[in-house]
């Protein structure tokens, strides 16, 4: 499998870029949540880039990009940078997989660059802001205004990781250090930024209305044991015509870790139906 990291200078500064697999394959461009970065996608890379050109990209603010304190946080700022990437990188189309947020951005990138997506792949992303649960009470004092600042500064290995922890609940699964690490590169201004950014992109809008109005190829992958998402608003994503859902039991909001053989499993016949070299 080749492999390259890059630095891609854009307006609003360095975006990481990571590519695996041909260039010449037919491409899939992936995309993380919150808080996180490429490295979210480590398990099942490696099986995708067998035959397909793998882009990942680090939004603003996360992993090896740039953190600047202005503006550009929105996810239709984020979704512009995305494909801005695309574009320097030569790619023309691509089947897009975003985990959480990152399923926000690629369904904006869609909304403003139709012919560049040819389908989307959502893993437990939210349908409206009224399925939110939690991010837990740590994540919940990270994020506070004010009370934020001061446990952002102080923040430790083992508040960290209990604000992650609503993001897995496969029994025994332990929290890699990698992931703390990426926590630990953000900055308050463009976690918060971003949050409320995906806040004002669902409050304007559900995600099914949206998808519905695209007319995309849709696959929605949501774990049955999801502690940040109401796992039964999936079926919302049903009124969305032609899309697929599908339940994946014993794992919680990050599928792609806690089961990377069964993501992939699912995600398999999808991409090879809908990408395009």
Do not use: C
Not at 54 to 65: E, Q
């Amino acid at each position: 499998m080749t492999t390259e990291n890059s630095p891609l200078p854009l307006e609003a500064g360095d975006l990481h870029v990571r590519q695996d697999g041909p260039r010449d394959a037919p491409a899939l461009v992936l995309v993380h949540g919150l808080a996180a970065s490429t490295s979210w996608w480590d398990a099942i890379v490696p099986e995708l880039a067998a035959a397909r050109h793998v882009v990942r990209l680090d939004l603003l603010g996360h992993g090896r990009s740039a953190r600047p304190d202005g503006p550009g946080y929105r996810i239709a700022d984020h979704a512009r940078r995305v494909g801005a990437a695309l574009d320097r990188l030569g790619v023309e189309q691509a089947v897009a997989i975003g985990h959480s947020t990152g399923g926000l951005v690629v369904t904006a990138l869609a909304e403003e660059r139709p012919g560049l997506l040819g389908a989307l792949a959502l893993i437990d992303t939210g349908p409206r802001l009224g399925a939110f649960v939690s991010n837990g009470l740590a994540g919940r004092l990270m994020l506070a205004p004010g009370l934020g600042s001061l446990l952002w500064r102080v923040r430790t290995d083992a508040l960290i990781r209990k604000a992650l922890s609503t993001a897995f609940s496969r029994p025994g699964y332990e929290i890699p250090p990698h992931l703390v690490a990426d926590v630990r590169t953000m900055t308050l201004h463009g976690t918060v930024a971003t949050s409320q950014g995906a806040i004002d992109y669902l409050t304007r809008q559900p995600l099914p209305d949206r998808l519905s109005a695209l007319g995309k190829p849709l696959l929605v992958l949501f774990g049955e044991q999801d502690r940040r998402w109401r796992p039964s608003s999936a079926a919302e994503y049903t009124g969305v015509p032609g899309a697929l859902v599908e339940m994946i039991p014993g794992v919680g909001h990050s599928p792609m870790l806690e089961d990377p053989h069964r993501t992939l499993a699912l995600l398999r016949p999808f991409i090879e139906a809908h990408a395009r070299g």
